[in-house]
């Protein structure tokens, strides 16, 4: 079962500030927000936590080649 996450459980899961968040969703560097009704949008905690991986994958792999 898919599990959706508002705003601002996206930011304390990530540590990110707001602006940063949509800088990184306009960049195609974070996944984008899924409309789950009239004026509501959440993300897919999956997708949040697929994110988060690849950051710090990515950190190692800075880190193993200095």
């Known amino acids: 079962m898919k599990t959706f996450v508002r705003r601002p459980e ?14 990184l969703i306009k960049a195609g560097r974070f996944p984008r927000p899924l409309k789950i009704g009239v004026s509501a949008v959440a993300w897919d905690a999956d997708e949040i936590t697929e994110w988060q991986e690849r950051c ?4 190692r792999d800075t880190s193993a080649a200095a």
């Not at 996206?10 to 800088?23: F, I, K, P, Q």
């Not at 710090?56 to 950190?59: F, L, N, S």
């Open 10 to 23: 996206v930011l304390t899961r990530t540590g990110l500030s707001v602006s940063t968040l949509y800088e």
């Open 56 to 59: 710090i994958a990515a950190q």
